[in-house]
């Protein structure tokens, strides 16, 4: 059973910045493609973005293409999200995801950090 611990959320302003971290079990970021999600309250669990194994592809949801940035350190097993220019509408928990079954849904997910912009 993979496990997947974030930790980095909090409140920030707006326009600031803050990086998200996921501790992964050894060999899990090699292993598969690893995702952030954020929701919302009210709303639709939402694709952030996500990275390959190899680590050499990214991808991002237009909503946060240019200021979000995903990254690994396989030696520390570890996904990171860094968030500059944070808008109000980035307030929600993420959550980290391991792509373990082709699908993102039946993946292992995280518990969540709460990111809060402040206007």
């Known amino acids: 059973q993979e496990q997947l611990v974030e930790s980095g959320g909090g409140l920030v302003q707006a326009g600031g910045s803050l990086r998200l971290s996921c501790l992964a079990s050894?060999?899990?970021?090699?292993?598969?493609?690893m995702g952030w999600f954020r929701q919302a309250p009210g709303k639709e669990r939402e694709f952030v973005g996500a990275?390959?194994?190899?680590?050499?592809?990214?991808y991002y949801a237009d909503s946060v293409k240019g200021r979000f940035t995903i990254s690994t350190d396989n030696a520390k097993n570890t996904v990171y999200l860094q968030m500059n220019s944070l808008k109000p509408d980035d307030t929600a928990v993420y959550y980290c995801?391991?792509?373990?079954?082709?699908?993102?849904?039946?993946?292992?997910w995280g518990q969540g950090t709460q990111v809060t912009v402040s206007s």
């Open positions: 050894e060999h899990t970021i090699s292993t598969y493609a």
């Open positions: 995801v391991a792509n373990s079954k082709s699908n993102w849904d039946s993946g292992y």
């Open positions: 990275i390959s194994s190899s680590g050499g592809r990214t």
